[in-house]
């Protein structure tokens, strides 16, 4: 979940390298570090910390002018966030600068067949065995691309490897497995790193890398081949965002921005879904109709606020398709031996389409025969090429840590998939499908009403900022929506929240309600009238032990008044699509919280975007 960038070309590298760290210091912000190559050789900076320091470090002692260079931004696995654990890492004899995102899970053995030749080591990471075996394929005589490509043979486990050679001016070559790598073509210059972002400022086209394979770059152009030398086809994409999608545009987060750019993100999801015989259609479908007929069973595999995403679209998909839907934390799904046949279709929820462990639950869905399809928002990324079918989300960049926009943009592409199963099943009409969809087109508008009324969660969030503990309670698709909010407080405000169907209260959680406690409920519309009053007594039981009840009530709702402290108004829907109104408060209150605690609320503790190793 590092954050990697190699450039090639006529500017000055170390900006360049810079400034796509900045864009990527999302996906780890442990420590960061640079290497270029120019008149003075090989030059290497780097600091534990965030960026912030080795700009400070740059600046106390710069690097000459170089016109490549490679860059990281670090999610420390093996060994602690120290300046010496810091990438880029050198070879032995200081020709080889070496960055790595992953795990290299047969480094023990490989780091002690180096020691027994005599090699030292200055730090404690898997990725200095890389620079050191690349090191000593380049120091006895191999070309860098060879060299990587002979060392790739022998690593197990995830990665993405940058290196530049010394004595090899104007080029990079970097391998993946498992791993983000992307490359991005210029005029007259290169990159290469985990994501778009990185290099967007310079130009939106770019290269998918798949499995196993090494590019080779220079100014002029790139090269792919497998691990074992055979060139490998690329497919080349444009990026459909600019540069100002991937900064603040003078919001204070991140995170804030993302939250405002639901409406158009939810827009862009449900935009042109519909053919010209007002059929639902998918971004990419290789899975036959007779098969989706005989689909089972559905099992959603996600982590996160995914797997929260994968709970609601279990509500939407069992109503309209009548097929049994199961939800699976990723982390869990292969290790439990599930039951997975040729008829059980797996649904893969993934933002950046490289999560690793959803990735490694796809492999194992199509082992066993199943179909997967792929919602993602993130074009060429792993996931995606590796399913038979994708619908992407069309989010635009997430840069904040915490979800926001990805997670609607989720809940509205499952909705989007249950509909397609519908149509292709027979199990709805068309008039009943175009029914929910004029609904689900409705509802950016509303997302953007929601947002409109923002002011009184802000007071809100101003009232319970010295709050110890926050509650979430919800009913049916509620209750993904209530741990989507505690998760939210627990992610970017450090809070303990928790997140509980109202229905279990009494066995057990309504222990936690102490006088002033906050208690978030989410109230399904008045349309499903028993598990409307069943809510509402809910409110009342934690009410009577001091309570303090935030609730969340549609427009119109007059029952809840007597029992709520304060209610937070939310425009009409159908309770199947509610998730895309009542989630928004949630989003803006723990935003707000965390802001006025002080807290970094794009780069929270101990996380990062993309989780990159299992």
């Known amino acids: ?67 490549f260079g490679i860059g990281h931004t670090r999610w420390a696995t093996h060994g602690g966030p120290t300046d010496g654990n810091a990438h880029p890492h050198l070879s032995a004899s200081g020709r080889v600068a070496l960055v790595h995102n992953g795990i290299i899970e047969n480094f023990a053995a490989l780091r002690a067949e180096l020691e027994d ?30 060299a990587m490509r002979t060392v790739c043979k022998r690593l197990e486990g995830a990665f993405t490897l940058v290196a530049l050679d010394a004595e090899q001016p104007d080029r990079i070559v970097a391998a993946r497995r498992n791993s983000p790598l992307v490359v991005g073509v210029g005029e007259g210059e ?54 100002s999608a991937a900064e603040k545009g003078g919001y204070d987060w991140f995170m804030r921005k993302e939250i405002f750019e639901q409406p158009k993100a939810v827009a862009d999801t449900l ?18 109709e007779v098969e989706l007929k005989t689909t089972d069973k559905i099992v959603i595999v996600a982590c996160g606020t995914a797997f929260y995403a994968g709970l609601v679209a279990k509500y939407a998909i069992e109503h309209w398709t009548r097929i049994p839907c199961e939800v699976e934390i990723a982390s869990e799904f292969r290790y439990r031996d599930p039951i997975i046949t040729p008829r059980t279709l797996v649904v893969t929820i993934s933002q950046s389409g490289e999560t690793a462990d959803t990735l490694m639950a796809v492999r194992h869905a199509r082992q066993q025969g199943a179909k997967v399809v792929a ?14 079918a994708v619908l992407y989300t069309h989010a635009g960049p997430e840069i904040g840590v915490a979800s926001t926009k990805g997670f609607l943009t989720q809940v509205a592409a499952c909705y989007l998939l249950g509909l397609y199963l519908a149509q292709v099943r027979g199990t709805k009409f068309g008039d009943e499908i175009a029914t929910v969809m004029a609904e689900l087109e409705s509802m950016p508008a509303k997302i953007q009403e929601v947002l409109d009324r923002q002011d009184r969660v802000l007071a809100l969030a101003a009232e319970l900022r010295g709050a110890r503990s926050v509650l979430f309670l919800g009913r049916h ?13 627990k992610e970017i405000a450090y809070l303990h929240a928790e997140g509980f169907p109202a229905g279990e209260l009494k066995h057990g959680p309504i222990a936690l309600v102490e006088d002033g406690t906050p208690v978030f409920v989410i109230v399904p519309p008045q349309g499903r009238d028993q598990l409307h009053d069943k809510v509402i007594s809910n409110i009342q039981e934690v009410r009577a032990r001091g309570a303090r009840t935030i609730v969340l009530a549609e427009d119109g709702d007059v029952e809840v008044e007597p029992y709520a402290d304060v209610i937070l108004r939310l425009p009409r829907a159908s309770t199947l699509l509610q998730p895309l109104l009542a989630t928004i408060p949630l989003q803006v209150f723990a935003c707000e919280i965390a802001t006025l605690a002080g807290h970094d609320v794009d780069q929270p503790r101990n996380l990062a975007k993309s989780v990159t190793v299992e």
Not at 41 to 56: I, V
Not at 477 to 489: M, N, T
């Open 1 to 67: 979940m590092c954050g990697i960038i190699g450039y090639v070309g006529p500017r000055e590298a170390q900006k360049v390298v810079i400034d796509g760290l900045r864009r990527m210091e999302y996906r780890g912000y442990d420590s960061a570090g640079i290497a270029v190559v120019g008149e003075q050789g090989l030059q290497a900076r780097k600091k534990a910390g965030k960026l912030a320091n080795l700009e400070t470090e740059l600046t106390a002692q710069p690097l000459a002018s170089a016109s």
């Open 117 to 146: 030749e005599g090699v030292g080591f200055d730090s404690e990471t898997d990725t200095e065995v890389a620079a050191q075996l690349v090191g000593r394929e380049v120091d006895g005589g191999a070309d860098l691309a060879d």
């Open 190 to 243: 290169m990159f290469v790193a985990s994501d778009v972002s990185a290099f967007i400022e310079y130009t939106r086209e770019a290269v998918e890398m798949g499995q196993d394979e090494v590019v080779d770059v220079n100014p002029d152009g790139y090269a792919v081949t497998d691990f074992d030398g055979a060139p490998a086809p690329s497919k080349p994409y444009h990026v459909d965002w600019d540069l």
């Open 271 to 288: 935009l042109g879904r519909f053919d010209p015989n007002h059929q639902l259609t998918l971004d990419e479908v290789r899975i036959s």
């Open 375 to 388: 919602i993602c928002n993130t074009n060429g990324s792993t996931i995606p090429r590796e399913s038979d």
């Open 477 to 489: 698709v509620g209750y993904p929506v209530a741990l989507e909010g505690a998760l939210k407080l």
